[in-house]
């Protein structure tokens, strides 16, 4: 099937025409992102590979449609990128990558979690100048404190499992709750109580209607001060503004982020010679305390190999009418 790829960076184009010789695709790279300026580039392709910054919005999905394409298959586990009711209306179908090694992003979380704490990033660049002062680096044991997750989905369950072990007290919120979670010694509690008693909370859930901005004003306002927040889920469930409010009044302790609400136009590229007119990235990474990264949770061996693997069978499943195992579908 002829198939364009969006948003293609070099390790897209090697890992997915590595993976593709049993699959036979004809496969074109776009190293653009989809979005309006862009989408005539989909025109004759039946399907179109993105990634979670194109912008695949009820106008997009139009032109997609008018140009022939009948799936979009998503090479992430989020899908907010996605207008699934315009596709649905459209006849275009979605799939995504349900299912690959939430080890990758748990594991990062806590990298982040544990160079925010103990200020690593800060050690390594003083060393590099030759200080090896101490002054400014102390953090604290997490061993006896409270870990917040939100969201306990297959992320959370793994991120919470490493804190149990590092012997942290570790709460959840989640409106579906899982026994995995409770078996591993978690206790799910309202949001209200988990902000009011996490040392560190950890952001695990989708970004919906209902998540956009759950950490906001009030949200942090009720959370303990010296709060260490860390987001590897989706930008928008931060309101950024907030954020630096508590920041700069020294409420929050620590903010470590791989994702952005406004990371659309910046991650994924080389901006370092541009002049970023972004104000609240710019003004987030002035803090000590703030620890940014671009989106690479997810970006280790075996995660990415999955995620290719899967984008090409969905592909495959599509092009014989076969039922598509990772395909997505507006509610109701
Ligand atoms: P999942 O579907 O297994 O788990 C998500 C959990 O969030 C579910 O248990 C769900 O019930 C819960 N949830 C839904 N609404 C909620 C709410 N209002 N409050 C609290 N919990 C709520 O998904 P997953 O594989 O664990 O991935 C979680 C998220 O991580 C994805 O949606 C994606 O946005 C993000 N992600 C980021 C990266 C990265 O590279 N940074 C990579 C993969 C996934």
């Known amino acids: 099937m002829k198939v364009a790829v969006f948003s293609a960076k070099r390790y897209d184009r090697q890992m997915l025409a590595e993976l593709n010789g049993p699959h036979g695709h004809a496969l074109t790279f776009q190293e653009a992102r989809l979005e309006p300026e862009t989408v005539a580039l989909a025109s004759g392709f039946p399907a179109v590979s993105v990634f979670v910054n194109d912008q695949v919005d009820a106008g997009v999905l139009e032109a997609l449609a008018a140009g022939g394409t009948r799936l979009v298959a998503t090479r992430s586990t989020g899908f907010n990128q996605i207008d699934l009711r315009a596709a649905a209306r459209l006849g275009i179908r979605v799939t995504r990558v349900a299912d690959y090694s939430p080890h990758s992003v748990a594991e990062f979380a806590v990298g982040l979690l544990l160079a925010l704490n103990r200020r690593?990033?800060?050690?390594?660049?003083?060393?590099?100048s030759g200080?090896?002062?101490?002054?400014?680096?102390?953090?604290?044991?997490?061993?006896?404190?409270?870990v917040g997750v939100i969201g306990t989905g297959k992320i959370g369950r793994v991120f919470a499992r490493i804190m149990a072990g590092f012997g942290c007290r570790v709460l959840g919120h989640d409106?579906?709750?899982h026994p995995g979670f409770e078996a591993l010694g978690g206790r799910y509690v309202e949001r209200e109580v988990l902000a009011r008693e996490s040392d560190v909370i950890s952001l695990h859930c989708p970004l919906t209607e209902d998540t956009r901005h759950v950490v906001n004003a009030a949200f942090l306002a009720s959370t303990r001060p010296g709060l260490l927040l860390v987001n590897t889920s989706r930008g928008g469930?931060?309101?950024t503004r907030a954020v630096i409010a508590a920041l700069k009044s020294r409420r929050l302790g620590g903010l470590a982020i791989d994702v952005y609400e406004q990371e659309a136009s910046l991650f994924f590229q080389d901006r370092s010679s541009d002049i970023?007119?972004?104000?609240?990235?710019?003004?987030l990474v002035s803090f000590p305390n703030v620890l940014l990264t671009g989106h690479?949770?997810?970006?280790?061996r075996?995660?990415?190999?999955?995620i290719c693997a899967t984008t090409l069978e969905s592909i495959t499943?599509?092009?014989?009418?076969?039922?598509?195992?990772?395909?997505?579908?507006?509610?109701?």
Do not use: S, W, Y
Not at 302 to 306: R, V
């Open 302 to 306: 075996e995660a990415f190999g999955t």
């Open 237 to 239: 469930l931060v309101d």
């Open 175 to 177: 409106p579906f709750p």
């Open 120 to 128: 690593i990033h800060k050690a390594f660049e003083r060393t590099r």
């Open 317 to 332: 499943a599509f092009e014989r009418g076969e039922e598509l195992a990772n395909e997505v579908r507006a509610p109701g």
């Open 276 to 283: 970023i007119d972004d104000d609240l990235i710019q003004r």
């Open 296 to 300: 690479q949770a997810f970006f280790t």
């Open 131 to 146: 200080n090896f002062e101490l002054d400014g680096l102390m953090g604290f044991d997490l061993h006896g404190r409270t």
